[in-house]
């Protein structure tokens, strides 16, 4: 006899808790290193920007060193292990100071966090250098919300957004809560909740090319859900999906398009556009 399927709210449709709390450091630091990731340098430079205006508003010194590309994750989630582990090396070496590492995508965070102590497994002296970058790699609105405890005064209008976050930084980075808790600090913003808000995008990196019609079908049913929210405006921290949905969007002609969540944060507080 099955069991009969039960409906699950798309709140309560995250991941597991991590087995021990992750303990911030207090004081806040007074550098950090941003990785800014490669999709955000080469589609969405202006969130990049605004990330390093809201941690420098916190009077912390932003680091970025030049020599940075990209973490690795596609050709990881591509199965090319030998290529991603010399990307990963390349990045690595570049943090060399004992700062937080801050990253404004929750699934290049993940890859930072989790998966290069995989790709070093047998390798104990990269091993031990990609465990201590884990320990200090967060992601921006984690950082920005328990670390730096920003307390956000918005000087917006009123406005309705929808929050997307992507499947795997939601899985390994958590960032669903973190982008909720400062989107709920703002006073004129009211989060919408929408269907398939827990689903993938489609974008999956490499995936949306090896597999474009299921990747297309995927951002259709998330567009749609978007659009039918009624939200004015899409924010999510990770541009790889950004730049999935506002394609969509744009092929779609719907006036609804998305934003970084960096940049909706500093011009909601006060920053220029």
Same mark, same amino acid.
């Given at each position: 006899?099955?069991?009969?399927?039960?409906?699950?709210?798309?709140?309560?449709?995250?991941?597991?808790?991590?087995?021990a709390?992750?303990?911030?450091?207090e004081?806040?630091?007074?550098?950090?290193?941003?990785?800014?990731?490669?999709v955000?340098?080469?589609?969405?430079?202006?969130?990049?920007m605004?990330?390093?205006?809201?941690?420098?508003?916190?009077?912390?010194?932003?680091?970025?060193?030049?020599?940075q590309?990209c973490?690795?994750?596609?050709?990881?989630t591509?199965?090319?292990?030998?290529?991603?582990?010399?990307?990963a @090396? #390349?990045? &690595?070496?570049?943090?060399?100071?004992d700062?937080? !590492?801050?990253?404004?995508?929750? /699934?290049c965070?993940?890859? $930072?966090?989790?998966?290069y102590?995989?790709?070093?497994?047998?390798?104990?002296?990269?091993?031990?250098?990609?465990?201590?970058?884990a320990?200090?790699?967060?992601?921006?609105?984690?950082?920005?919300?328990?670390?730096c405890?920003?307390?956000?005064?918005?000087?917006?209008?009123?406005?309705?957004?929808?929050?997307?976050t992507?499947?795997?930084?939601?899985?390994?980075?958590?960032?669903?809560?973190?982008a @909720? #808790?400062? &989107?709920d600090q703002?006073?004129?913003?009211r989060? !919408?909740?929408?269907?398939?808000? /827990?689903?993938?995008?489609? $974008?999956?990196?490499?995936f949306c090319?090896?597999?474009?019609?299921?990747?297309g079908?995927?951002?259709?049913?998330?567009?749609?859900a978007?659009?039918?929210?009624?939200?004015?405006?899409?924010?999510?921290?990770?541009a790889?999906?950004?730049?999935?949905?506002?394609?969509?969007?744009?092929?779609?002609?719907?006036?609804?398009?998305?934003?970084?969540?960096?940049?909706?944060?500093?011009?909601?507080?006060?920053?220029?556009?």
């Amino acid at each position: 006899m099955s069991t009969p399927r039960t409906f699950v709210p798309q709140a309560t449709r995250v991941a597991e808790p991590s087995a021990a709390p992750r303990i911030y450091p207090e004081p806040k630091p007074e550098r950090i290193y941003l990785f800014g990731t490669c999709v955000v340098d080469l589609f969405f430079p202006e969130a990049g920007m605004d990330a390093i205006r809201l941690l420098e508003r916190e009077g912390i010194q932003v680091a970025f060193p030049q020599a940075q590309s990209c973490c690795g994750q596609p050709a990881y989630t591509s199965g090319y292990t030998d290529q991603a582990r010399d990307v990963a @090396r #390349a990045q &690595l070496a570049l943090f060399d100071q004992d700062w937080p !590492v801050v990253v404004p995508s929750g /699934s290049c965070a993940g890859m $930072f966090r989790h998966h290069y102590q995989e790709l070093f497994a047998d390798e104990p002296d990269t091993l031990a250098l990609a465990r201590a970058v884990a320990e200090r790699t967060y992601e921006l609105a984690e950082f920005l919300l328990y670390v730096c405890r920003v307390e956000l005064r918005d000087q917006g209008p009123s406005t309705e957004v929808a929050l997307h976050t992507s499947c795997s930084a939601r899985r390994e980075m958590h960032t669903h809560h973190h982008a @909720r #808790a400062l &989107l709920d600090q703002l006073s004129g913003v009211r989060r !919408v909740d929408h269907d398939h808000e /827990s689903e993938c995008c489609g $974008f999956g990196g490499t995936f949306c090319v090896r597999m474009p019609d299921i990747s297309g079908a995927m951002v259709a049913d998330k567009t749609r859900a978007l659009r039918d929210s009624g939200a004015a405006r899409v924010v999510s921290a990770d541009a790889g999906c950004l730049m999935n949905i506002n394609g969509a969007l744009e092929k779609q002609r719907a006036p609804l398009q998305g934003q970084h969540l960096a940049s909706f944060l500093w011009q909601r507080t006060g920053g220029q556009p």
